[in-house]
């Protein structure tokens, strides 16, 4: 079983479209939550960092850790073109160095 | 604050070549990383370092090595290149453990 698992997608929604782009896990001794966007050809870049379990919102973004389930939530209010990425979910120990990246959503968004 | 830098955009080598590519940061990180990314696979760790003078081996570090003399750069080391070795490979530089991770543009790499 692997550490994380993503679905590849690739995800088509339409503008305006509330996303649901989602990882579980198996490791229940990871406490850091993060969502990366990458853009095509790009680096990824930090989108959501959250620690433990709950919800946290930034503007058009809600990430969500479940913990129990080992399920984790990002969600895109009022989809944009410009959202068109790969989203990549990451999960990290804490005091390790290491982040355990899923293999990443390919969103698209359709005006 | 140009962030971290990684040179070349794309190569190509042959089977058997050697190359290095570079990764250098400006924001004075301790923490730097190389991952490899392949279509549908994720981003896995090949090194990382915890700062100069110090590396250690990631998930998949056959065919490569690495050294960090400074803090700024991390270069990456193919020796005897070979196909499996095309991907694309980020450098990535944290200011600690549990902190964001700052990735590069990437480097293109095809191994024919």
């Known amino acids: ?111 | 604050n140009a962030g971290v830098t990684q040179t070349p955009k794309f190569r190509i080598l042959k089977i058997g070549q050697s190359m290095t590519l570079q990764c250098t940061q400006d924001m004075n990180h301790n923490y730097m990383y190389w991952y490899r990314q392949d279509p549908g696979m994720g981003l896995k760790l090949i090194y990382y370092s915890v700062g100069a003078g110090i590396t250690d081996k990631g998930e998949v570090p056959n065919g490569y090595n690495v050294s960090r003399s400074t803090t700024e750069d991390f270069p990456l080391r193919l020796e005897l290149a070979a196909p499996s070795q095309t991907s694309v490979y980020f450098c990535a530089s944290s200011p600690g453990t549990n902190n964001e991770q700052f990735f590069g543009p990437g480097t293109r790499l095809t191994v024919l």
Do not use: H
């Open chain 1, 1 to 111: 079983q692997k550490e994380v698992e993503q679905d590849p997608g690739p995800l088509s929604v339409p503008e305006g479209a509330i996303v649901s782009l989602n990882c579980t896990y198996s490791n229940s001794a990871f406490q850091y939550f993060m969502w990366y966007r990458q853009y095509s050809r790009k680096g990824p870049e930090l989108l959501m960092y959250t620690y433990s379990s709950g919800n946290k919102e930034d503007g058009r973004f809600t990430a969500q850790v479940d913990k129990s389930s080992k399920y984790i939530s990002l969600f895109i209010r009022d989809s944009q073109p410009s959202d068109s990425a790969t989203y990549l979910c990451a999960l990290q120990n804490t005091g390790f160095q290491k982040l355990v990246f899923g293999t990443g959503t390919r969103l698209l968004v359709s005006p």
